[in-house]
């Protein structure tokens, strides 16, 4: 399979079947092509307009036989309106500050993934990533990468691996310390993404993909302002008659 990005020919390839990591009765199979060449900023930034996701040096998108789950999903951060639940996580961590860094792995980050891994997804293979991997899934970016590191009384306690793209911002991986449920770290730091997008002027938080019936990934139907890819074009996430995206 083949599509033109400028000059030369952008080449995707297939993988085997494996057991879905969001579904598991299901079989999932990926395309993936290299990000490289003179040009990989764009390259990158059409991928991911295009419902591809970066890892390492690769991009991919899910292209399963009987499946079709998986949508790929963003915020248009100027429809985008805090409820009053996240309104109230904001004011707890009001505290909190950010430091803007290059992709380079620390130690810090490092013990606070391996936590976050093993209490969160303790039965995948990311639960026993080396320093060496993660190292690797930091610094090996062929393209505009930042960490942001979240701090509290000097105190690191979220981070994410976020790629720069022409139209926003999009999150590649983001961890936080998991002994704090109640501050909803997770969803705090998408809401930080979009405010971060709209003070650079630019449109959009990129987050991968949304599975309807796959609970670690359902909860990004909770924000406003959300579209999804359909047939190769951007729509809004339509309301349901309790209010809520679907």
């Known amino acids: 399979m083949t599509i033109s990005i400028k ?3 952008q080449i995707f390839y297939g993988t085997s079947p494996q057991t879905c990591p969001y579904l598991p009765e299901k079989d999932e199979k990926k395309i993936i092509t290299e990000i490289s060449g003179s040009n990989k900023n764009e390259i990158n930034f059409i991928l991911t307009n295009a419902g591809f996701r970066r890892s390492h040096r690769t991009s991919y998108r899910p292209a399963c036989n009987d ?19 996240m309104r109230k996580i904001k004011n707890r961590l009001i505290n909190v500050i950010h430091i803007e860094r290059p992709p380079i792995a ?13 209490y969160r997804h303790y039965d995948s293979d990311m639960a026993e990533m080396t320093f060496s991997e993660y190292r690797a899934m930091i610094e090996d970016t062929p ?11 000097n105190l690191l306690i979220a981070a994410s691996l976020t790629d720069k793209v022409k139209d926003g911002l999009s999150g590649i991986y983001k961890f936080f310390e998991t002994n704090r449920p109640h ?12 405010e971060e997008t709209k003070k650079l002027n630019l449109n959009y938080v990129y987050l991968g993909y949304w599975i ?35």
Not at 71 to 83: D, G, L, Q, S
Not at 143 to 153: A, D, G, I, K, Q
Not at 227 to 244: A, R, T, Y
């Open 7 to 9: 000059k030369p020919l």
């Open 67 to 85: 499946c079709n789950a998986c949508i790929p999903v963003r915020i248009n951060v100027n429809n985008y309106k805090p409820n009053r639940s």
């Open 106 to 118: 620390t130690r810090e980050q490092f013990d606070l993934f391996n936590k976050y891994q093993k």
């Open 143 to 153: 393209v505009e990468t930042s960490v942001y590191e979240f701090r509290e009384n």
């Open 183 to 194: 501050d909803s770290l997770g969803t705090w730091m998408i809401d930080w993404h979009i």
């Open 212 to 246: 309807k019936n796959s609970p670690k990934m359902a909860y990004k139907s909770r924000f406003s302002g959300l579209q999804k890819l359909i047939n190769n074009k951007w729509i809004d996430f339509k309301e349901n008659k309790e209010g809520k995206n679907e």
